[in-house]
């Protein structure tokens, strides 16, 4: 169920498999459903950050990309900043791990 727009940020938990299960896709479909759910950000930017981040082989910057034009469209501008944060951070990351070396930046061979 959607809570309406400009509710404060709900603190309940999705329901179902656990957060360490989820893929990027399984949280942009949550943060669908509840665009106003804080939890789900933080699991998507803890997701985001592991070591292993595209768990579903999927391009995680794609998959935010286009759930951050959908969030626009329908008017859920705070979900939208959240995925655009969230974007530029997976951006920022690449540029700095394309500058350094692949040790650096987590790669193993």
Known sequence: ?????????????????????????????LLLEDPYDTHLVEGLRELLQSPEPANDAQDPLRLIEAARGGHERRGEFLAASWLMELESELVSDARRCSSKSSVACGATN
């Open 1 to 29: 169920m959607r809570s309406p727009k400009g509710a404060k940020a709900l603190s309940s938990k999705p329901a179902g498999a656990p957060m360490s299960e989820l893929t990027v896709a399984n949280y942009l479909g």
